[in-house]
């Protein structure tokens, strides 16, 4: 079992969340048409053997969208903040920065 | 190399079994060869037994960074079915179930390849319509297979969770009786020794660390045992297929690596006689029995990217739950032994066998869940494409570019998502 420490809720197992994808890509914008830029975002994958960054939904807890860094061969948890970075801004904020556990 | 026979089981026997040859050569490296493969799994060492056998390219290595036989190829479920309906991988699977067929006489090696035959259950009509459409198409491809009523099955098997009271009550099931189980190491062993026979060198623990180009041309590859020289290269590695690809320098591949776990009970009276597998919402599941009398089963990945050979405990208790909801009879039946091995998960469920943009490298990966049934093929194929330079029709639309050009073969109609099977 992975143990992520959730910034909202705490530390949790993870099956309380849903891994979602690689948190490396950058989408390109809905208005770019480059075919090479989606087929690049969409296709291909650094998937490397060691620190990799990936994005985890808290499922079956507050629901926010984590970017998380973990090693793809030992599974050692790094950093996790919120995907979003208005979120993870607020949670910085010490009035809504309340941990519990 | 003498030839395995009854007659020779009399004769060891009777001089005490002292003069049994080892099956294949452990060789060391010699500084070139025409044809490298790199990597020492089950489609590794039939590349270089089709190169030698079909193509008569004998001077051949297989690398290996450990011992051959000791990736995934040693760590799967062990079944062999062709019950796909897309072009490209219909031929391709219905190719390799053929071979299988005639596989122990080819190799002169028992691969105990058992056609028991394969059920894929339903349970809403819904799945049961797309499965028929998917059978009818195997069957106008000229592949076995057929559909069996709830009844129908009932005899078959009349020890799955026939009740209505189940959360999803049985319909029925599609059945490929052609389809069934091999013993996973007797195939390597047996490509090995087949292979080794011809000519062809198998070299263990020997790691790719790089690779040598001159001008745009592959021209061989740096290992832990020293330069090996060589004008066509070919990778069978799934599971590290992106390590070794950025060496290369291919880039970044369509390939997430994940680990699938694999289970297997004590041993128990005979159980069940052919292949059960369902999958319905999120479940997933495939069981059968092993001729040592073990239950041999698995699921869905683990879920998150990794290359460490072992699984995690969730999926290990949703797969045993998959197992007592079909069959509740094995609720006392104990575990023996549990391990996961990386799969290199492509983007729409299907291989690469090909050429890739550089000169001299060529590509077998992205097997997905898949790879064991592949094995003769995979290496008939392979072969075929390193000797030619250029795909066998069987192979034609397993390329890399096909993701580019928009020709996914993606069985599952999920879309782009490297977790399909």
Redesign the interface.
Known sequence: MLRLDCPVCGLRDHDEFTYLEDGSITYPKLTNENQDDWFDAVYLRENPRGRHVEKWHHTFGCRTVLLVERDTLTHVIGKIKPAHPKIAAALKQPATAKKRS | MSRYSAWQIVKQGLTGNKSWEPAWRDASPKSSYDVIIIGGGGHGLATAYYLAKNHGITNVAVIEKGWIGGGNAGRNTTIVRSNYFMEGNTEFYEHSLKLWENLSQELNYNVMFSQRGHLNLFFTPGQRDAMIRKYNIMRLNGIDGELLDRDQLMSKVPHLNYSQEARLPILGALYQGRAGTARHDAVNWGYARAASNLGVDIIQNCEVTGFISNGGQLVGVETSRGEIRAEKVGMAVAG?T??LAHKAGL???????HKLQAFVSEPIKPFLDSVVVYGVGHGHFYISQSDKGGMVFGGNLD??????QKG???LYTDVASCAMNMMPALGRVKLLRQWAGIMDMS?DGSPFITKTDINGLYLNAGWCYGGFKATPASGWCFAHTIAHDAPHDVNKLLTLDR??TGHMLDESGHG?Y?KSH
């Open positions: 590290s992106s390590l880039g970044r591949l369509p390939i997430e690596s879920g998150y990217n990794s290359y460490a995690n405990l969730p983007m993701y580019k782009p490297p």
